[in-house]
């Protein structure tokens, strides 16, 4: 079992910026990727940033260049810097884990967290 929690979701003007962390306990060591998500009011779910255990990133079009996502040397924390925010950004973020491997159709999450929101005021 893998316990995610997700913390530093707020209230931010539009061009600002905020940090998300999630902190995974418990068998971290069966980890092969980690990601977040982020559920908008009426829309679904989409993953906005995911990286594997060797460190390869990926990223939804409309956060590259804004977001960057990046753990600890640990591993055991992983982090979502969010600059240059606006207002579409408003969501609840999830993280979430892996313990699979990549298919053609993406990473499948086992575990999540219970999310953290962001609201971005224009």
């Known amino acids: 079992q893998v316990q995610l929690v997700e913390s530093g979701g707020g209230l931010v003007q539009a061009g600002g910026s905020l940090r998300l962390s999630c902190v995974a306990s418990g068998s971290v060591f069966s980890i092969t990727a980690m990601g977040w998500y982020r559920q908008a009011p009426g829309k679904q779910r989409e993953l906005v940033a995911l990286?594997?255990?060797?460190?390869?990133?990926s990223y939804v079009d409309s956060v590259k260049g804004r977001f960057t996502i990046s753990r600890d040397n640990t591993k055991t924390t992983l982090y979502l810097q969010m600059n240059s925010l606006n207002p579409e950004d408003t969501a609840v973020y999830y993280c979430?884990?892996?313990?699979?491997?990549?298919?053609?159709?993406?990473?499948?999450?086992?575990?999540w967290g219970k999310g953290t929101l962001v609201t971005v005021s224009s």
């Open positions: 990286i594997t255990r060797s460190g390869s990133t």
């Open positions: 979430a884990a892996s313990t699979g491997v990549a298919t053609p159709s993406g990473w499948a999450m086992r575990y």
